[in-house]
């Protein structure tokens, strides 16, 4: 019955962390996810400090695949020691997660003023003619968010670029997929999209922020299930001894009969 227990304990616990590798790895993709479609956008939000959370969970995710190598090996080799330590550092995991949830929300809530500070900047430089890195970015984002102008396409009236090409037109990238004749002009209106880009801007990276929260959270709640686990179905069943303590020796008494405690008192006497 106790092998069975033990037996037992350690199938879950090695089936915990192949299920705590998965989620390492998806942490990791989310991570890498977050910096790729930063770099879409970064001309729109110039505070490189929001990239933390996403850096603080790649190097999780990294390190637990580790960690969950020292887990299946304490759970294996029956370690008390490893086993605690892998505890440990787990609850040191969930701690730093809970910093990146909180970070998360601090970023998510900055995000509107800061691209409202910076879509005005770059929507001012735009150079259509010999685009720059800023123009790029421009007119990569209206063609993906299906957007024009920072709130609609008249936006592009009070731009410099428009005022110099005199041709009354706005870029080509804010031409609508279905209108294939459309060239920019704002004498066709309809052939624009009509919906500015600031706020869809501000819309994507506010979801960037939150797959990195709830990555963390998802995680962290993974973690508990393995904290609670290990003391639950392994330190109960691994086959040490709990305690270093001996037991009490009781000395085995005996019933004296009556001529012993007669000689006794007259010893004594």
């Known amino acids: 019955m106790g092998q069975c227990g033990i037996t037992s304990s350690k199938t879950v616990l090695v089936f915990l962390n192949l299920i705590f590798w998965g989620a390492a790895g998806i ?9 790729i479609t930063y770099d879409d956008y970064d001309h729109f939000f110039e505070d ?25 090996c304490a759970t294996i080799r029956e370690s008390r ?14 701690v730093t997660e809970v910093v990146v949830v ?7 809530a900055k995000v509107e003023n800061e691209v409202d500070r910076s879509i005005q900047k770059v929507y001012k430089t735009y150079n259509g003619t010999n685009p720059d890195a800023a123009s790029r970015a421009i007119d990569y984002v209206q063609r993906q968010l299906h957007c024009c102008g920072i709130h609609n396409y008249s936006d592009w009236e009070n731009t410099d670029w428009f005022k110099e ?41 506010q ?16 973690q508990n299930l393995e904290v609670i686990e290990v003391p639950d179905t392994s330190f109960q ?29 007259i010893l004594l006497s």
Not at 176 to 199: F, I, K, V, W
Not at 207 to 222: D, N
């Open 102 to 108: 909180v970070l998360g929300y601090v970023y998510r």
């Open 165 to 205: 090409t005199k041709n009354q037109s706005v870029p080509l990238s804010c031409c609508r997929e279905t209108s294939s004749n459309c060239n920019g002009s704002l004498a066709y209106p309809s052939d624009l999209y009509s919906e500015g880009c600031e706020a869809l801007v501000v819309k994507k990276l």
């Open 81 to 94: 020691c490893g086993l605690a330590t892998f505890v440990i550092i787990l609850l040191l995991v969930f």
């Open 27 to 35: 942490l990791c993709y989310v991570g890498a996810y977050v910096f």
């Open 48 to 72: 490189v400090y929001t990239l933390i959370p996403a850096v603080v969970i790649i190097a999780v995710g990294a390190l637990l695949f580790v960690i969950g190598l020292i887990g299946c």
């Open 207 to 222: 979801e960037i922020m939150m797959h990195v929260i709830w990555a963390a959270l998802a995680f962290a709640a993974i």
């Open 237 to 265: 069943h691994l086959p040490f001894p709990v305690s270093s303590h001996r037991p009490r020796v009781v000395p085995e008494t005996r019933d004296l009969d009556g001529e012993t405690v007669r000689g006794l008192l």
